[in-house]
């Protein structure tokens, strides 16, 4: 597979894997408390006054949604274009191209995994600073109860993701004296 060992694929992997799997637990984390937060304005009205409308909550809960649901797509994302370029080589494309283009991608993928759980820290931070009054049965509720449930559905989504990818790794890291001597790795 060109000039770069088998070695350099395999420690990426290792790094993007722990880096994406701190993430995922980051988003997940973000996530499962929004749901828990937004569930509870939902069905306990405040006598206190909302500092938030409820759709203002509904909306930063959604870009939350918009990070996990990335943050669960992004290692699917990662295997399918990386088969690609390991299809590319095979088709007689300069290794040396597609190997510095895996790399790329592996750090890419990284830095991605990183910047989700970031965005959705910070959702999660603007989500507990709300205070919002609602009574039970109103469309607010039902709105912010929608949403709490697809926080909820999409964090577990990501932790079955993210136990994919631990299970990959812990395959990797068991076998890594076999892969270390493969002379090349698609």
Request: aromatic content about 6%.
């Amino acid at each position: 597979m060109g000039s770069t060992p088998a070695a350099t694929y395999i420690y990426a992997y290792v790094a993007f894997a722990a880096v994406y799997l701190a993430a995922a637990a980051a988003c997940a984390i973000a996530a499962f408390r929004a749901s828990a937060r937004i569930a509870k304005c939902s069905s306990q009205p405040s006598g206190e006054p909302a500092e938030q409308a409820p759709d203002r909550v509904v909306s930063r809960a959604s870009r939350l949604l918009d990070w996990v649901q990335g943050a669960a797509l992004l290692p699917i994302a990662y295997v399918v274009v990386s088969a690609g370029l390991g299809s590319l080589i095979l088709r007689g494309q300069p290794a040396s191209v597609m190997n510095l283009a895996w790399v790329l991608l592996t750090a890419i993928s990284a830095g991605a995994a990183v910047m989700l759980a970031v965005l959705g820290t910070r959702e999660l931070l603007a989500i507990g600073e709300t205070r919002v009054a609602c009574e039970p049965g109103t469309t607010a509720a039902r709105d912010l109860q929608r949403m709490s449930n697809r926080l909820g559905a999409s964090a577990v989504m990501l932790l079955l993701v993210g136990l994919f990818v631990a299970v990959n790794l812990v395959s990797v890291l068991t076998d890594l004296g076999t892969l270390l001597k493969v002379d090349f790795l698609l």
